[in-house]
């Protein structure tokens, strides 16, 4: 009976004719080669041969093949070995010189990054950092930071924004505080309202001395605003800093000329609020 040719990475049993053994990973039988192959190279377990430093195989019963991009190999007999993060190395496995050596993977550029067994470095885009944790590769910059460049290598390119000036997670740019609010302190993702009573018409205040208060004869019922209001006919404002109006008593009255107090009625006059 004549002897069963085997597939690269594969051998005859001797204990069973009809049946192929698989090499262990990291080692195959010769390449095919036609009617010239020779079935003595495919009847033992010793026609196993270890992968050549450069090479592997994908599994058991698999042929040798050079290491993809972004590995490579030193061992006979083990598997591919990923670049370390910041290096890469683009060959996809066509030239075995350029996968035996540590060497063969290369640095990337100072402004760019790479993940183990990458094939090309990256560049990080702006408001973010290289974070070899992250799932990307790139982290968003935390609130209250920003960085307008792309390659940032670091949480270090992410600068705290300064007084007056906040930001969300992943900023370009650093934002003015809104007119009615205001930031004394750097690297912060909110500004504080300046609150009731009070107001400030200008963005990026950067400190709470920039809210004013309202005067006397006006009011403000919100926390942010960029104004206050009049206090409306019959009410008044006697001091400065408040919330609401209050109503003239009995006999009093006021306008929104004169809401910072309330007058007596004349003689024979009286206020709707009697």
């Not at 192929?20 to 010239?36: F, K, M, Q, V, Y």
């Not at 390659?151 to 930001?167: A, E, P, T, W």
């Not at 009070?198 to 920039?210: D, I, M, S």
């Amino acid at each position: 009976r004549a002897h069963i040719i085997e597939a690269t990475g594969q051998y005859l049993n001797h204990n069973r004719a009809d049946s192929c053994r698989l090499c262990e990973i990291n080692s195959a039988t010769p390449p095919h080669t036609g009617s010239s192959t020779d079935p003595t190279d495919y009847d033992d377990v010793s026609d196993c041969v270890t992968c050549s430093v450069g090479k592997a195989s994908a599994a058991a019963g698999e042929p040798c093949e050079i290491c993809r991009s972004g590995r490579y190999n030193t061992d006979p007999g083990t598997g591919c070995d990923a670049c370390p993060s910041g290096k890469y190395l683009p060959d996809d496995g066509s030239t075995l010189t350029d996968h035996d050596e540590p060497s063969d993977c290369i640095l990337c550029p100072p402004d760019e990054y790479s993940l183990p067994g990458s094939a090309a470095c990256s560049s990080c885009d702006v408001g973010t950092y290289f974070d070899l944790s992250a799932a990307t590769g790139c982290a968003l910059c935390p609130e209250g930071t920003s960085n307008p460049n792309k390659g940032g290598l670091s949480i270090n390119d992410c600068s705290s924004c300064s007084v007056g000036k906040y930001s969300a997670v992943g900023a370009e740019h650093c934002d003015l505080c809104e007119a009615g609010k205001y930031n004394e302190a750097e690297g912060q993702g909110e500004c504080t309202d300046c609150g009731p009573g009070r107001y400030n018409p200008a963005q990026g205040a950067p400190l709470e001395n920039r809210c004013k208060l309202c005067i006397i004869g006006k009011f403000n019922p919100h926390n942010v605003s960029i104004q206050c209001e009049d206090c409306p006919e019959g009410q008044t404002a006697p001091a400065p800093g408040l919330a609401e109006c209050t109503n003239c008593a009995p006999g009093k009255y006021s306008s929104r000329q004169t809401a910072f107090e309330c007058k007596d009625c004349r003689i024979g006059e009286t206020s709707a609020a009697e």
